[in-house]
T-cell receptor, first 116, second 113 residues
Framework: GAVVSQHPSRVICKSGTSVKIECRSL??????MFWYRQFPKQSLMLMAT?????????EQGVEKDKFLINHASLTLSTLTVTSAHPEDSSFYIC????????????FGPGTRLTVT | GDSVTQMEGPVTLSEEAFLTINCTYT??????LFWYVQYPGEGLQLLLK?????DKGSNKGFEATYRKETTSFHLEKGSVQVSDSAVYFC????????????FGTGTRLLVSP
């Protein structure tokens, strides 16, 4: 158990458009979901933490108006990159946790975003 | 702030060779330490963890010992297999359990027959 999916796996969009990435926990209810961003040859950087039904908590330096996060249910969180620019091109990874007692994070396979 | 430093890759080994991937950390307090593995096309999976000094995490033949005196958590395996080829990430969490993970840059391991 504990499978997390992401959709799409790859997306190419034009500069100025918005793109939505979905993260689903397939076989468990996720109390908390996390969104990470990974640049080539760099570590995963936490962007935000979201809890179902409440506003996401963004890490310092992450623009919340640019990276809109909606955690509408216990199995789905979405990340919308608004007015995308080439510098937003990156690998976006989500994770989900059941919560206590271990709070272990289960990771999705990632979404490669390319903005042209 | 908290940080994790791990050796750059790729690490290229022949099957049955001994593996070490170095990981050191900087953190306040007493973090929990983790190794994650990412196989091609898949998400990160927890490989092993240690929550306090001198703990040894182990799984699938991999081991890592939490060394507070050297702030290290090096990953080792005595005899690697081709199927171990993947990217390995060292990570820490200063919060309870797995919250707020801080990752290293990842080390790609390539094992040839």
């Amino acid at each position: 158990g504990a499978v997390v999916s992401q959709h799409p796996s790859r997306v190419i969009c034009k500069s100025g458009t918005s793109v939505k990435i979905e993260c689903r926990s397939l076989d468990f209810q996720a109390t908390t979901m996390f969104w990470y961003r990974q640049f080539p040859k760099q570590s995963l950087m936490l962007m935000a933490t979201s809890n179902e039904g409440s506003k996401a908590t963004y890490e310092q330096g992450v623009e919340k108006d640019k990276f809109l996060i909606n955690h509408a249910s216990l199995t789905l969180s979405t990340l919308t990159v608004t007015s995308a620019h080439p510098e937003d091109s990156s690998f976006y990874i989500c994770s989900a946790t059941r919560g206590p007692p271990t709070y272990e994070q289960y990771f999705g396979p990632g979404t490669r975003l390319t903005v042209t | 702030g908290d940080s994790v430093t791990q050796m750059e890759g790729p690490v290229t080994l022949s099957e049955e060779a001994f593996l070490t991937i170095n990981c050191t950390y900087t953190a306040t307090g007493y973090p929990s330490l983790f190794w994650y593995v990412q196989y091609p096309g898949e998400g990160l999976q927890l490989l092993l963890k240690a929550t306090k000094a001198d703990d040894k995490g182990s799984n699938k033949g991999f081991e890592a010992t939490y060394r507070k005196e050297t702030t290290s958590f090096h990953l080792e395996k005595g005899s690697v297999q081709v199927s171990d080829s993947a990217v390995y990430f060292c990570a820490l969490s200063s919060n309870t359990g797995f919250q707020k993970l801080v990752f290293g840059t990842g080390t790609r391991l390539l094992v040839s027959p």
